[in-house]
């Protein structure tokens, strides 16, 4: 739920955590974007975004703005991070490298997010970007404990 008691429109938090759903109330920008999670039956998360005219990038070939794909890759990082039962707060992203590796067109866009490390003091997550079969864009993310 939002600061004005409505569920925001595109996310649908069935299935999450209490930490994950902090995480997604307190990214304003989530509710811009449209942001779908949502459980698989196997109880794997599944992360879309469909594109809407507000995350055009070029209008001649309608694809995604650079900086709406790496703050979707951002946000799924950080609701993969605190699906961690041990994760208490909410994670700092301290640092960020994303890679665009071909244009994404208009569609629905799904991210794919892995821990690569989590040690004592740093969380280390690599979020890979399709559209349909198409790998768009990965991004390497890390966090703070």
Do not use: W
């Not at 640092?95 to 665009?100: Q, R």
């Amino acid at each position: 739920m939002s600061a004005s008691g409505t569920e925001p429109l595109g996310i649908c938090c069935a299935g999450l955590s209490e930490l994950q759903k902090q995480v997604l109330d307190d990214t304003p920008y989530v509710h811009f974007l449209g942001l779908k999670v949502s459980r698989e039956d196997d109880g794997t998360t599944c992360y879309q975004l469909c594109f809407r005219e507000e995350h055009i990038g070029n209008p001649l070939l309608r694809t995604f703005h650079g900086g709406i794909l790496a703050s979707f890759g951002e946000i799924v990082a950080a609701l993969h991070v605190v699906e961690d039962p041990g994760m208490q707060q909410q994670p700092l992203c301290t640092s960020l490298t994303f890679d665009y590796l071909r244009p994404a067109f208009a569609g629905t866009i799904r991210a794919v997010p892995r821990i690569v490390r989590a040690g004592r003091r740093f969380i280390v997550v690599s979020v890979d970007i399709f559209l349909d079969k198409s790998h768009v864009s990965t991004g390497r993310f890390i966090y703070a404990r």
